[in-house]
């Protein structure tokens, strides 16, 4: 449920405007995104809706975005942001409390686009309830990228792309500061309910990840029923995504890490999740990825500066712990021979470890250490830091590969659709009617043309060959493969030592906590 006004911004790269006004005035499911029809096969209409256009002209909103991109030879590449949606979402006691109406929304959903998106296409539609039933009635506002005249110049404007005529519309963190503050102040001018949009509300779910656990959710909600109505208990009744299990598993160890080289080794010890810093930035790499996930995209709380501060809160809360004289014994060799003593049967003077920690993870632990020939603390460090390099190495080559196959198959794309639609724009240099004809084959003209400007931005005089790009893609494909296994190899070894390390250190660590508590 939607808590107090929100502000949600999707960018569209289809170039079929028409889908836009299609999804707000036509019923649709929630969950495929598929039109719904009725028993003739015909759209059915939202049972309730108020829709107005702006700067259209005497244009429909689709042909308005297309003459615009026309006339100033824009959106011609598959990759352009065609169009820009923003939904303003109103708490569900407005309606109640406040008097929020449909008719109200639409009036202030009316103002905010003249107030913030002047000179450009709109579509502002307004529904009386969300994908949630919860009631709230919300705005959406549907921009085409391209501004179509001028307009005048106002403080949050930074760049000329900002108000000159013909330039596309670019919704950066500024703009969507900007655009919450004008949200805040609406809904105070109409006395609306409304929270602090600039301060981070939590974990950060984006649009993709929404969808996927509603989706997971139901499939999960199908299969308990089966199980239900078969007389068996359902294990799970919540569906977790992958990025919802890794806030999880990243908010359990951040509980009780004192440091950050503990936080470290525990998500990886404990989950397999690997952490880095990268330019003040941390970012995770749960067990089954090679990419790292960034901590914006997940939560404010697992962002470095905020990582730091529960860690050092941590700290002051742990007990008390005496300081460890320097001239001590190596730690991987005091195992060693507690274990023998033990192995020894003169395990009574070490009853205590017995009682505090489990003796089977010390003795594979040793184990381990014993078969790497690592028993003592100095070269298991220097192993760790040798995996710790080849782990980030063998993972940066993985990365450029991927971004290098990424590159070969955007070319063979754009190859193909040069010399599929080769034809068809010759065709259009001699159609009688040029603009019926670049209308009828619309896509096809634009594909051909997004691949010219590619080739061109590339320095691309040749048409690729299409055997050669595939053998090319073939020897990254080989080599990633390659790489990858070194970078599983370095990381399930990196995991093991780590984890003995960890087990090396919080064995001495409870061991003088025990020690401090008996004083």
């Not at 105070?188 to 602090?196: S, V």
């Not at 989706?215 to 799970?236: S, T, V, Y």
């Not at 020897?475 to 370095?490: I, P």
């Amino acid at each position: 449920m939607n808590c107090m006004a929100t502000l949600k911004h999707i960018a569209s790269k289809n170039s079929d405007y028409s889908a836009a006004e299609a999804y707000l005035i036509y019923q649709h499911d929630e969950f495929t995104g598929k039109q719904l029809l009725d028993e003739q096969g015909r759209p059915m209409l939202r049972e309730s809706y108020i829709l107005d256009t702006l700067e259209c002209g005497d244009f429909p909103f689709a042909t308005a975005c297309l003459l615009a991109n026309r006339k100033y030879n824009k959106n011609n590449h598959p990759d352009d942001i065609k169009s820009h949606q923003y939904i303003i979402s109103f708490d569900p006691r407005d309606a109640v409390e406040n008097g929020l109406t449909m008719e109200k929304a639409q009036a202030l959903g009316l103002n905010f686009c003249k107030d913030n998106f002047p000179g450009h296409p709109a579509i502002v539609c307004t529904h009386p309830d969300g994908h949630n039933h919860s009631g709230n009635i919300h705005v959406h506002i549907v921009i085409g990228s391209v501004r179509t005249r001028e307009v005048e110049r106002k403080p949050y404007m930074q760049k000329p792309r900002d108000w000159r005529e013909g330039m596309k519309h670019s919704s950066t963190a500024q703009t969507m500061r900007h655009l919450r503050v004008e949200v805040m102040e609406m809904c105070q001018n109409a006395k609306l309910r409304q929270i602090n949009l600039l301060e981070a509300q939590g974990d950060r779910i984006s649009e993709q990840e929404y969808w996927a656990r509603r989706r997971g959710q139901q499939r999960l909600d199908h299969a308990n029923a089966r199980l239900i109505a078969e007389g068996h208990q359902p294990k799970q009744t919540v569906y977790q995504t992958e990025l919802e299990t890794l806030r999880r598993q990243i908010d359990s160890v951040l509980k009780k890490a004192t440091t950050f080289e503990e936080f470290s080794a525990l998500l990886m010890q404990e989950h397999g999740v690997a952490v880095k810093e990268s330019r003040g930035r941390l970012s995770y790499c749960p067990p089954n990825r090679v990419k790292f996930i960034t901590a914006k995209k997940l939560s404010k709380k697992f962002e470095k500066e905020q990582v730091l501060t529960k860690l050092s809160q941590n700290i002051r809360l742990a007990p008390t712990i005496q300081p460890i004289a320097t001239d001590k014994p190596d730690k991987i060799q005091r195992l060693v021979d507690i274990q023998a003593k033990l192995k020894q049967g003169k395990g009574i003077g070490y009853e205590r470890w017995a009682k505090k920690y489990n003796l089977k993870a010390m003795s594979q632990t040793l184990i381990l250490l014993q078969e790497k020939g690592l028993l003592d603390e100095d070269a298991l460090n220097q192993r760790v830091a040798e995996l710790d390099t080849k782990f980030n190495e063998s993972l940066a080559v993985v990365k450029d590969l991927e971004t290098r196959m990424a590159e070969n198959k955007k070319l063979r794309s754009h190859a193909a659709a040069y010399q599929q639609y080769r034809p068809i724009a010759q065709k259009l240099q001699t159609a009688k009617f040029p603009a019926a004809f670049e209308e009828q084959h619309r896509a096809e003209l634009t594909a051909y043309r997004a691949a010219a400007v590619y080739f061109k931005a590339n320095n691309i005089t040749k048409l690729p060959s299409p055997n050669k790009l595939e053998a090319e893609y073939c020897v990254l494909a080989s080599e990633k493969a390659q790489f990858y296994e070194q970078y599983k190899d370095a990381k399930t070894e990196l995991l093991k030592l780590k984890d003995a390390k960890q087990n090396v250190a919080l064995f001495f660590r409870e061991d003088e906590r025990t020690q401090h508590h008996e004083r």
